[in-house]
């Protein structure tokens, strides 16, 4: 046994150090608007957070820190120069109202200035916490890494959207874990949803410009932390696996970002609430994104979609071969004219090969289609592999507008690096330079960029209905969590609409003829439930038109909203949701595998008399998934409606209110 004896000088020495650094740290408090949440950060050897939902503990400990060059560690032995609270308040009016025309956007800020040229920023509002770093030294830097260290109460579990690899889709089951089924390392995109027992806590980032997304990895006993991808040197064509969309990244640095100058970083997002519908009302992922770029925005028009590759051009009932052709697109163009569907997409095959995206294929006379579709008041959005557009980009998005498309349908990023997302901003420029539409599939979740460049107008980066075609992932609990989870970062190109509905007991991929689990109320709710100002009708026109009656009703749905309220939640099981356009209200409602009912009161309405159209579950439905039952009825403010719905089935209703 080795003993230490410290002698009085040492025990003196001992005490001034600890004397030291117990008035060096200092706490600072700040509440919600409401009072409801509340957070204390520490400022001692580093820095550190914790956040409160009435004053009881729902995230533990948020150690927060950067590493750049020049030996600079932000956040490492803080020194507070000044500190600077206030109430801020702003009113929002987005280009593109996903879920408000108007957000209220109220919070209480605070300012820690460090004497070494940096600001840490906290802001709370009354549905959650947001912090960020920014730095005001003018040199130019690396960014080694960046620290956000999670500490969760013990017995939280989580919905979480594993990844294999950063190079991803970020397409993913949410996962329902607790802690025990973690296994070190495990990592997610984001956004990821937390449950404490007392509260949820949905992660997630917001003005992300210039520099990698965020990841979080599992560490031990329910402690995270953020990991980020490495600045790409060099990025190779995959040869073994679609080398035209496919990249192997051969050399990486040992940093994450190459920074100018001062700047701030991302605001990393912590929605908090005991309430499940706050995070699908929520709008902080907006309320904390920059301002648009864009001077004139009145040829940003959000609306619906025929789109060919879900249902692989399968149209029949006609006299010619379907395909990659002209007759086939003018089909497509002709469906969406008769229904007032404002766009058409020529998905993968309208190019002369996959990376000769300059020229069209032969079968398809491009500009004959082009002029027939304006004439049909029908918009045509061309997809594009990102890899050959982005070394290309200005020539290509300049011809593309010459030909007359209005948008581009951007494919197979798979990344999250700094260079990717700054070519992510780069597309949204030069696009809105020629006045086209941008849809980001094979992308990362929204973060704030469509706000800066409205013309954004979908993501996907949701695992949606066109997986469909070769698996059984589209389930209803599958389609009752992501309004929770992915939605809360931004609007999701998931592609509804499917007319061939299954039961799982009579389900089956097909890539050719996809069927969608669950009822056909199941898929018509989706048109309110999910958020998408670029909405796609996935299902074949031949189809389409055999069902005549609920096309009508989906083509009547708008795609932007004025207001929203979410009457019943809870993650992964049900929703009840109603959503305002003008004077007309939509209500739907998605249960999973269990069956459900409802009673809602109509008290959102205005007084008035309503028409209101419903279409809900059939009798059979349980049994016949594509069973439906259309009613229309008088309704006002004071009525109280049953909602009964089958599992893995919808209700879904519009309320007109009647002219006198």
Same mark, same amino acid.
């Given at each position: ?299 940003? @028009? $959000? ?5 060919? #590759?879900? *249902?692989?051009? /399968?149209?029949? =009932? &006609? ?125 990362? @979740? $929204? ?5 800066? #460049?409205? *013309?954004?107008? /979908?993501?996907? =980066? &949701? ?135 409802? *009673? ?61």
């Amino acid at each position: 046994m080795i003993r230490t004896t410290i002698g009085s000088s040492g025990l003196i020495l001992l005490f001034h150090f600890f004397f030291a650094i117990s008035t060096y740290a200092q706490t600072y408090s700040l509440d919600s608007p409401d009072g409801r949440i509340s957070i204390e950060v520490t400022t001692g050897g580093n820095i550190t957070w914790s956040a409160f939902l009435e004053s009881r503990e729902i995230i533990g400990e948020v150690g927060i820190g950067m590493t750049l060059d020049q030996k600079r560690k932000l956040g490492e032995n803080p020194k507070v120069r000044n500190v600077i609270k206030d109430l801020k308040e702003e009113l929002i009016r987005p280009v593109v109202p996903n879920k408000d025309k108007e957000i209220e956007s109220r919070y209480n800020e605070m300012i820690l200035e460090m004497t070494e040229k940096y600001n840490v920023i906290f802001r709370i509002f009354d549905d959650g916490v947001a912090y960020r770093f920014v730095d005001r030294s003018k040199k130019s830097a690396v960014v080694y890494s960046e620290k956000m260290n999670i500490e969760f109460p013990q017995g939280t579990s989580s919905y979480f959207p594993k990844e294999e690899s950063m190079y991803s889709h970020n397409e993913r089951i949410y996962l329902k874990q607790q802690a025990g089924d973690f296994e070190k390392g495990d990592f997610c995109s984001l956004p990821v949803l937390f449950d404490t027992g007392l509260s949820k806590v949905l992660i997630t980032e917001a003005s992300l410009h210039d520099y990698p997304g965020m990841f979080l990895k599992y560490k031990e006993n329910m402690d995270f932390e953020a990991v980020f991808p490495k600045f790409v040197l060099e990025a190779i064509p995959d040869e073994n696996n679609s080398p035209d969309r496919n990249q192997i990244l051969s050399k990486k640095a040992d940093y994450i970002a190459e920074v100018s100058g001062s700047r701030a970083y991302p605001w990393r997002v912590f929605m908090i609430s005991d309430d499940d519908r706050t995070f699908v009302e929520s709008n902080l992922v907006t309320q904390l994104s920059g301002q648009n770029k864009i001077e004139d925005t009145t040829w940003i @028009k $959000p609306g619906m979609v025929a789109w060919d #590759w879900y *249902n692989a051009n /399968n149209i029949y =009932g &006609v006299d010619f071969e379907a395909g990659l052709n002209t007759e086939t697109y003018k089909y497509y163009v002709d469906f969406a004219s008769e229904n007032g569907i404002e766009y058409v997409i020529l998905d993968e095959g309208w190019t002369k090969s996959t990376t000769e995206i300059l020229d069209w294929n032969p079968d398809i006379d491009l500009p004959e289609l082009i002029e027939y579709s304006k004439k049909k008041n029908v918009g045509i959005i061309l997809w594009v592999l990102w890899k050959p557009l982005n070394e290309n980009l200005e020539e290509i998005l300049k011809l593309y507008s010459s030909w007359g498309a209005v948008g581009i349908k951007v494919d197979f990023m798979q990344r999250n690096d700094q260079a990717m997302v700054k070519s992510y901003e780069a597309i949204a420029e030069t696009a809105a330079k020629y006045k086209l539409l941008v849809d980001f599939h094979g992308a990362f @979740k $929204p973060a704030g960029m469509e706000r800066v #460049w409205p *013309n954004i107008i /979908n993501y996907e =980066g &949701v695992k949606g209905n066109e997986n469909n075609k070769w698996s059984a992932d589209i389930s209803p609990e599958h389609n009752l969590t992501i309004p929770f989870t992915r939605m809360a970062a931004g609007p999701m190109d998931f592609t509804p609409g499917a007319m061939v509905n299954k039961h799982k007991k009579n389900f089956m991929p097909s890539f050719v003829r996809p069927m969608g689990l669950g009822t056909r109320c199941h898929q018509l709710a989706m048109y309110v439930v999910y958020e998408a100002p670029l909405q796609m009708l996935c299902e074949s026109p031949s189809r389409y038109r055999q069902e005549q009656e609920t096309v009508d009703f989906i083509t009547s749905i708008p795609t932007t909203w004025d207001e929203t309220r979410v009457i019943e939640a809870a993650v992964s099981d049900y929703i009840v949701i109603a959503r305002r356009k003008g004077d007309n209200w939509f209500l739907a409602s998605m249960t999973d595998d269990t069956p459900r009912d409802f *009673n809602v009161k109509l008290d959102f309405l205005s007084d008035g008399s309503y028409e209101m159209e419903v279409f809900r579950d059939g009798i059979n439905a349980k049994n016949y998934a594509e069973d439906y039952k259309r009613e229309i009825k008088k309704v006002h403010k004071n009525d109280i409606l049953e909602l009964s719905l089958t599992g893995g089935g919808g209700w879904i209703a519009q309320i007109r209110m009647e002219t006198k």
